[in-house]
Nanobody
Framework: EVQLVESGGGLVQSGGSLRLSCAASGFTFDNYAIGWFRQAPGKEREGVSC????????YYADSVRGRFTISSDNAKNTVYLQMDSLKPEDTAVYYC????????????????????WGQGTQVTVSL
């Protein structure tokens, strides 16, 4: 059974940092894409950063590029999202997602492209 468990969310002041973790079980990262998505109240879920294990390609949303960094530790089957220079508009529930497939050049970054989802972790950035 595929499971994704997020951790690391919390409350942080504007300009601060958080590191989210996504621990995966039931599959290995080979030929999977892993993505971080977020959903703020009243807004649609959006792709934040996605990573393809097929070729190491990475996607960042324009709103986070230069501030967020996605990385993975395949030995631990864990993906991280380092979030720096956080802004109040980054406040949302953050989800980890995975989808099987061989992706070259750009990982999928739309939520409907992902098969498996974690339960989410709340990130709140105060002024």
């Amino acid at each position: 059974e595929v499971q994704l468990v997020e951790s690391g969310g919390g409350l942080v002041q504007s300009g601060g940092s958080l590191r989210l973790s996504c621990a995966a079980s039931g599959f290995t990262f080979d030929n999977y894409a892993i993505g971080w998505f977020r959903q703020a109240p009243g807004k649609e879920r959006e792709g934040v950063s996605c990573f393809s294990n097929s070729d190491g390609s990475i996607y960042y949303a324009d709103s986070v590029r230069g501030r967020f960094t996605i990385s993975s530790d395949n030995a631990k089957n864990t993906v991280y999202l380092q979030m720096d220079s956080l802004k109040p508009e980054d406040t949302a529930v953050y989800y980890c997602a995975a989808t099987s497939g061989f992706y070259i050049g750009l990982p999928p970054n739309m939520d409907y492209e992902y098969e498996y989802w974690g339960q989410g972790t709340q990130v709140t950035v105060s002024l």
